[in-house]
């Protein structure tokens, strides 16, 4: 059982940066395709970014493109996102997901979910 946990959450001014991360437990985290998604109040989830269980396959979100890039290190189980000239609309609860297939950009292709953290970007 994979269970994902995120950190590096904050607040930061517009134009900052941060880097997400999010930690697996388990030992089979390298077949798991990993994402990050995000959400506010009273929206749905939505996908930010994913990457292969290899590494090898990435993309993103067109409305974080050129601005976000998604990246694991399996020697260690973690999967980071590093958000760069950060938007007011960037605002949001950050989850990491993994799934048996992908990557794909669907929520519902994901197993497992971690707790989620806060990014918030002043203006």
């Known amino acids: 059982q994979v269970q994902l946990v995120e950190s590096g959450g904050g607040l930061v001014q517009a134009g900052g940066s941060l880097r997400l991360s999010c930690a697996a437990s388990g030992r089979t985290f390298s077949i798991y395709a990993m994402a990050w998604f995000r959400q506010t109040p009273g929206k749905d989830r939505e996908f930010v970014a994913t990457i292969s269980g290899s590494g090898a396959t990435a993309f993103c979100a067109d409305y974080v493109k050129g601005r976000f890039t998604i990246s694991r290190d399996n020697a260690k189980n973690t999967v980071y996102l590093q958000m760069d000239s950060l938007k007011p609309e960037d605002t949001a609860v950050y989850y990491c997901?993994?799934?048996?297939?992908?990557?794909?950009?669907?929520?519902?292709?994901?197993?497992?979910w971690g707790q989620g953290t806060q990014v918030t970007v002043s203006s």
């Open positions: 997901a993994g799934g048996i297939r992908g990557p794909l950009s669907t929520a519902s292709n994901y197993i497992k």
